[in-house]
């Protein structure tokens, strides 16, 4: 990836789209294999459509050290075998940190290191901050699409298999009153 000049970057929120843009991602229920807590509902999704869950759009600014990239991130609404859905959640290898602005609808930052998990409520304003060593994961709460701003160091990289191994302390689930956190292992 090259260096880009200074610039202005628009978000178009009807459109979800970024201009200039840089590459974008949907992220299918199929990628998010391992990650539901119910697998046999996770299959069934996947069988039934497929559906989209979220998708990511970035700016130019390319993930390079010193760089500083952004992207918006778009999760649908909805709910499998009860699990609020969710992004796959991610480790930076080298220990960075990064901070998310809330856009639209309603979310949650939910933000492991291994022991202790934390939970931010993100509504449009609020800015989640992320220190170096908090695996992080977004869950969209509410029952319209939830977006927000990403902004984080070029060489932070992203680790799925360290929450593919270590999990992130607690799931999210819509109980009939509010959220229902629950163990991650044990659901
Ligand atoms: C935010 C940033 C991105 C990340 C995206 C989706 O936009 O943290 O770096 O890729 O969320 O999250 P994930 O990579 O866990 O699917
Ligand atoms: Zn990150």
Not at 1 to 6: D, E, G, H, R
Not at 143 to 157: I, M, N, R, T
Request: charged share 15%.
């Amino acid at each position: 990836a090259l260096p880009v000049p200074p610039m202005s970057i628009r978000f178009d929120q009807g459109a979800g789209t970024l201009s200039p843009e840089g590459p974008t991602l949907t992220r299918r229920m199929s990628d998010l294999e391992g990650l539901f807590r119910d697998s046999e509902a996770w299959a069934a999704a996947v069988a039934d459509g497929d559906p989209i869950v979220y998708s990511v759009v970035s700016s130019p600014v390319p993930e390079i050290d010193r760089e500083l990239p952004q992207s918006i991130t778009t999760i649908q609404p909805g709910t499998t075998a009860g699990e609020l859905w969710m992004t796959k959640g991610h480790q930076h290898p080298n220990h960075q940190g990064e901070i998310y602005l809330c856009i639209s609808g309603h979310g949650g930052l939910l933000m492991f290191d291994g022991t202790e998990t934390r939970w931010v409520d993100m509504t449009p304003g609020t800015i989640g901050y992320m220190p170096p060593g908090w695996a992080h994961r977004s869950i969209n709460v509410g029952d319209e699409p939830y977006s927000f701003l990403a902004v984080y160091p070029g060489g932070a990289g992203h680790d799925y298999g360290w929450v593919l191994e270590h999990g992130m302390g607690q799931r999210v689930l819509a109980g009939a009153d509010g959220l229902d956190f629950v163990n991650y292992v044990e659901g």
